[in-house]
């Protein structure tokens, strides 16, 4: 059996693996996940019209691929000239 944690908080994460900690000896493997650049974020998101827009939705949501997938629900600007209008429509 495997137990996948995952979390954002490293001092908590890091602190089930340590002294007195029952996970502590136990684990395999300590994965830290950095964030998309934009550049990264155009690929992943395919997002039309080039890195200017890419650099703009990265600006607004960050470097998290989650947050493209489950909050956003796909819903990512048509291109530039739709960048204002999908800003608005995520309020």
Do not use: K, N
Not at 4 to 27: F, H
Request: proline share 5%; net charge negative; with cysteine.
């Amino acid at each position: 059996m495997r137990l996948v944690l995952c979390g954002s908080a490293l001092t908590l994460m890091s602190g089930l693996l340590v002294g007195q900690a029952p996970l502590r000896g136990r684990a395999q493997a300590e994965v830290l996940v950095a964030p998309f650049d934009f550049h990264q974020t155009a690929r992943f998101a395919a997002l039309d019209g080039g890195l200017p827009t890419a650099l703009r939705v990265h600006a607004v949501c960050g470097g998290i691929p989650g947050y493209y997938v489950d909050m956003l629900v796909g819903d990512l600007p048509a291109g530039g000239g739709d960048f204002d209008a999908w800003v608005e429509r995520g309020r």
